[in-house]
C-alpha cells in the first residue's frame, strides 16, 4: 500500500481514464499494467507530462456505448503513476498507486484517441486516509475460507505473507488479485467502507468455493 496521504484540493479535476473490464484498482494499492494500444501509449505520455494521474474505470456491458465508446460503470478509481518502463518492442510497463475512487462527472472531449473526464470526490473523501481494520475483524474466519477457496482453484499461496498482511492490506490485496468477474470487481470497488469490502469479499470466496448456499456469508445476518 502507498503511504503518502495526498490533499483533496491536489487532485486533478480532470484526468484520462483507461476503460480496462476485470481490472480493479483501490486506494493505497498498486496495479501494474501492460500497455501496448497506441491511444493508450498516447494517454500514458500525457499522464506522465501533465501530474501522472489516470483514471481506473471497467465498462459497462449492461449500458448502451456511445459516441466515445463502451458505456462506462459510475464509479473507477484514480491513481497516480509511479513507475514507469519502456520495453524493446515499444510498450510501456507502468504501475498506478491507488489515490481515491470518483464517480463520473462529465466526459469531456477525447484527446489522442483517450478517453478523458472530470471527476467527482465528493462521496469518497475518506478514501485519502490511510485505511484500517476496525477491531474484532475476523481473521480467522477469512483465512479458512481462503485457503478452501484457493484448493478449488488449484493454486497455492504465500500464506507467511499473507499472515503477516495488516487486516485493511489483505482484505485490499485479495480483492485486486483474485480472479472475480468484472461485476464483482466492481462491487468490491463500490463497497462503501472497510467493513462492507471484507464482507463483500467473504461472501465471494465463499460461493466461488461452495457455490450459493443457504450457510454463505452474503446470506447471514450483519
Known sequence: MTASVPRLDALP??????????ALLLPH???PLNIFEPRYLAMTEDA???????????PNPAERDGDTGPALHRVGCVGRLVAFAETD??????????VIRFAVGEELRMARG?????????AFTG??????????????????????????L?????W????????????????????????????????????????????LLYIDTHGAAEDDPARRPS
Do not use: W
Not at 506522465?48 to 471497467?58: K, V, Y
Not at 518492442?89 to 491507488?98: K, S, W
Not at 483517450?114 to 465528493?122: K, L, Q, S, V
Open 13 to 22: 479535476e480532470q484526468f484520462p481514464v483507461f476503460p480496462l473490464s476485470g
Open 29 to 31: 494499492c498498486r496495479l
Open 48 to 58: 506522465l507530462a501533465s501530474g501522472r494521474h489516470i483514471g481506473m474505470i471497467q
Open 89 to 98: 518492442d515499444g510498450r510501456y510497463l507502468i504501475t498506478l498507486a491507488g
Open 114 to 122: 483517450y478517453r478523458r473526464m472530470r471527476g467527482d470526490y465528493a
Open 127 to 152: 478514501d485519502l486516509a490511510a485505511p484500517e481494520a476496525p477491531d474484532g475483524f475476523d481473521r480467522v474466519g477469512l483465512f479458512a475460507v481462503l485457503r478452501g477457496y484457493f484448493a478449488r
Open 154 to 158: 488449484g493454486a497455492d499461496a504465500n
Open 160 to 203: 507467511a505473507a499473507l499472515e503477516q498482511m495488516p487486516s485493511a492490506t489483505l482484505v485490499a490485496t485479495l480483492a485486486m488479485a483474485c480472479p472475480f468477474g468484472p461485476l464483482e470487481k466492481q462491487a468490491l470497488l463500490e463497497a462503501p467502507d472497510f467493513a462492507a469490502r471484507a464482507r463483500t469479499l467473504l461472501a
